[in-house]
C-alpha cells in the first residue's frame, strides 16, 4: 500500500532557477519526512528532513516545506546548479522503530 | 572511511539457486536497512534491524531472510530466487534509528533467469 506518492516523475529546470519538488503522503500520523538524492551507479544520500513540529527546515540551497493539513511537502532548490541533476526521493518514517516508505523518485535535469 | 560496503555489485542467477547479497558497515551504527529499488515504485524496504538478533519485516520480505549476528553485517538471503526479485538492492544503516540519516551502499543489480 503505497502511502507516499511522488506525481512528477521528472522535472526540467534551468541553471540558476527554482526546481520545486513535491510529495503527498496518506496517513496523518506522519511526523518525520526525509529527502534523499540518488545519482547513477551510487546509493541515495541524505539530503534534508523535517518533523511534524515544524513548517520549513531550511539547509544552504535547498528548503523543505511541510503542509500537514494537505499532507503534502515540497523541497525547494534555489537556485538550482548542474550537480543538482539526479533523482529525488521523498521518504516517510512509518513507525518508530525506523521504517521507511519511499516516494517514486523525481528525475530531475538541471540545463545549462 | 566510513561507508557501507555490498557485494557482489552485480550478480546473474537462475530460478531456485540459493544466493546471499552481504552488507557490512564500519560505522558501529546499530540499525541496517535492505531496500530493493524497481521502476516506478522506488524504495521499497524488505527488512531492518534495530541491533543484533532483533529484526523485522518492512513492506516486502516475502521471498527474503536476514540475520543479524554481528552488528557490522547484514546479509540478504534469497533462499530460492525467482524473476520478480530481479531488481537493484541497497543496503544502509543509520546510527541509531532510521529517523537519522542513513548512508546507503552503493547497490547490488541481481537478475534472476
Known amino acids: 500500500d503505497q502511502q507516499v506518492k511522488q506525481n512528477s516523475p521528472s522535472l526540467s529546470v534551468q541553471e540558476g532557477r527554482i526546481s520545486i519538488l513535491n510529495c503527498d503522503y496518506t496517513?496523518?500520523?506522519?511526523?518525520?519526512f526525509l529527502w534523499y538524492k540518488k545519482y547513477p551507479a551510487e546509493g541515495p544520500t541524505f539530503l534534508i528532513s523535517?518533523?511534524?513540529?515544524?513548517d520549513k527546515n531550511e539547509d544552504g540551497r535547498f528548503t523543505v516545506f511541510l503542509n500537514k493539513s494537505a499532507k503534502h511537502l515540497s523541497l525547494h532548490i534555489v537556485p538550482s546548479q548542474p550537480g543538482d541533476s539526479a533523482v529525488y526521493f521523498c521518504?516517510?518514517?512509518?513507525?518508530?522503530?525506523?521504517?521507511?516508505?519511499f516516494g517514486a523518485g523525481t528525475q530531475v535535469v538541471v540545463t545549462p | 572511511e566510513a561507508q557501507v560496503t555490498q557485494n557482489p555489485r552485480y550478480l546473474i542467477t537462475v530460478t531456485g539457486k540459493k544466493l546471499t547479497v552481504t552488507c557490512s558497515q564500519n560505522?558501529?551504527?546499530?540499525?541496517m536497512s535492505w531496500y530493493r529499488q524497481d521502476p516506478g515504485l522506488g524504495l521499497r524496504q524488505i527488512y531492518y534491524?534495530?541491533?543484533?538478533?532483533?529484526?523485522d519485516k518492512g513492506d516486502v520480505p516475502e521471498g527474503y531472510k536476514v540475520s543479524r549476528k554481528e552488528k557490522r553485517n547484514f546479509p540478504l538471503i534469497l533462499e530460492s530466487p525467482s524473476p520478480n526479485q530481479t531488481s537493484l538492492y541497497f543496503c544502509?544503516?543509520?546510527?541509531?534509528?532510521?529517523?537519522?540519516?542513513?548512508?546507503f551502499g552503493p547497490g547490488t543489480r541481481l537478475l534472476v533467469l
Open positions: 521518504a516517510v518514517l512509518t513507525d518508530s522503530w525506523g521504517k521507511l516508505q
Open positions: 523535517i518533523s511534524s513540529i515544524k
Open positions: 534491524s534495530m541491533n543484533v538478533e532483533v529484526t
Open positions: 544502509a544503516s543509520s546510527f541509531r534509528t532510521g529517523r537519522e540519516t542513513q548512508y
Open positions: 560505522m558501529n551504527h546499530e540499525y
Open positions: 496517513n496523518s500520523m506522519f511526523d518525520y
